[in-house]
């Protein structure tokens, strides 16, 4: 049987570099080579074993590649097409799909952690972090990828695109809004970027590493806070002369931004959280005003499928937003140890690293 080269989680603490077989393809699935991947932030919960997956399962669940074989009942691709898959992949039929959420599908509801929705690459079925993966249901989720744009450009797109936009989209953000991210890594700069197409007027950025603060900056953040220096809260509250923000987005999943989230809120405003939390959540009482403060907590598990990949990259196409920035370190997939390395301890001033099998 065929092998291929992938990133294997091991044991907690260790991913490392193994063969497997090359997938059957069954009728509705594709087959990707895969051109260019990343590693995400989960995949380093995965990483530290703050999120349970089987041992010997492939992660990664970003991919863009060019399809290798097709199922026998999938139509309207070709062998050889340039394409990407979301992170998520809905089967398009499910009561979560049938209902508009097609994030929650539920495909990893039998492994019994309902938490995850429809989140199946590198979590319930082998990932992209390899030569080839298999990608299910492929008629709702492959989307050809315009030959105008390469791979980093879309490299985004399967993942934190996708997952920082909808942590705007899940705030209601609105013209004129005033909206805190908090942690500039690429999710939460990506939902910076998400607020201004929706009419943000101001983005504060609140970070404490420099090259997130630069590059927040560089992407249009309006004002940056490092929280380092001193009280963030107390900064966006002179920043808003007291009014508090309209949206607060937590891209970061700790404990003390998501109150920090909730204190710089209006009356009325709303706490996006995109974050991935590792153990139990407090709302204090005054960060909620007893309940009393007409505030909306909101989450948002990354949008997937064929058409939310269709519209990300038309943005992408547009000029409106350029991500190529974000990758600031690659690597072939010979090296993904190494890029674990880097990625899992933010060396050098890492964003997202490009991996190339």
Known sequence: MPKMKAAIFAEPGRIVLDSRPIPDVGPSDALLRVSTTTICGTDVHILRGEYPVRKGLIVGHEP?????????????????????????????????????????????????????????????????????????????????????????????????MSTGFAGAESGGVRIGDTVAVFALGPIGL??????????????????????????????????????????????????????????????????QTFENALRVLRPGGTLSSLGVYSSDLRIPLDAVTAGLGDNKIVTSLCPGGKERMRRLMNVVASGRVDLRGLVTHRFKLDQIEEAYELFSHQRDGVLKVAITP
């Open 64 to 160: 863009v590649g060019i399809i290798e074989k097709l199922g026998s009942q999938v139509v309207g691709y070709r062998e050889g097409q340039r394409v990407i898959a979301g992170a998520i992949t809905p089967s398009g039929h499910s009561y979560a799909c049938l209902c508009g959420q097609h994030s929650q599908d539920g495909g990893a509801e039998a492994h019994g952690f309902k938490a995850a929705g429809g989140w199946r690459f590198g979590n319930t079925i082998d990932g992209c972090q390899a030569e080839f993966v298999l990608v299910p249901d492929a008629m709702v989720n492959l989307s050809p990828v315009p030959s105008n744009l390469t791979d980093e450009q879309v490299l985004m797109c399967p993942d934190i």
């Open 190 to 255: 990506c939902a910076a970027m998400g607020a201004r197409l929706m009419g943000a007027a101001t983005v504060i950025g609140v970070d404490s590493v420099p090259e997130r603060l630069a590059m927040g900056r560089k992407l249009g953040v309006d004002r940056v806070v490092d929280y380092k220096k001193g009280d963030p809260v107390a900064a966006i509250r002179e920043i808003t002369q007291g009014r508090g923000v309209d949206v607060a987005i937590e891209a970061l999943g700790q404990q």
